[in-house]
């Protein structure tokens, strides 16, 4: 989406959301690519740097562990969302700011929206997938008016986002779906775009 369809949406909008935390989807795997690890960890410093809360699925371990080190590593705050069976495996990351425990991955979902004024969807398995697609169709419901921003690392989420636009090519979606998200490269982009057409706290 170009900047001026996004200062379209801004203005469409009772008033310019402040972002002060958002929420990150990702895998608890690493995935086959270093980019990937990479690019979450520089997210979580990039969040912290600009003193933007991260909320995220409190795991220790693959893009949730590195974007989670990423924002400790410059002493951002961050906030873990996890179900308790999940904690009693042991796999959630011991220097969180907080840590919330929930009764189940619904709560969890629901705990995280509250908790957030924008997602960021990193490369992920199924419930990334399952996380993207909510807030997403939420968003296009007017259940949130809150930004969404897609990291397109080495393409990954490109199926998806083709998926996407075959739903508004049979007309199952409306054209102006394709204008409730934000596609972007690198991890550095996610704070520029916040800061230049949201208020960022």
Known sequence: MDTNKRLKLLQDNEEIPKIRSVAVFCGSSPGDRPTFLKTAEQ????????NITL????GKTGLMG??????LSLDGDVIGVM??????????????????LVKNMHARKKTMFDLSDGFIILPGGLGTLDEALEIIAWR???????????INN????????????????????????????????????????????????
């Open 154 to 201: 080495d393409n990954y989420w490109q199926p998806l986002i083709e998926l996407i636009k075959s739903t508004i090519q049979h007309e199952f979606s409306a054209p102006q779906t394709n204008n409730i998200f934000e596609v972007v490269n690198r991890a550095d982009e996610v704070v520029e775009i916040l800061k230049s057409l949201y208020s960022v706290e």
């Open 43 to 50: 997210l979580g410093k990039s969040l912290a740097s600009a």
């Open 83 to 100: 179900p308790n069976f999940l904690k009693k495996k042991e796999v959630d990351h011991p220097n969180l700011t907080k840590l919330v």
């Open 140 to 150: 296009q419901l007017g259940v949130h008016k809150k930004p969404i921003l897609i």
């Open 55 to 58: 909320v995220y699925g409190g």
């Open 66 to 71: 590195a974007v989670a080190n990423g924002a």
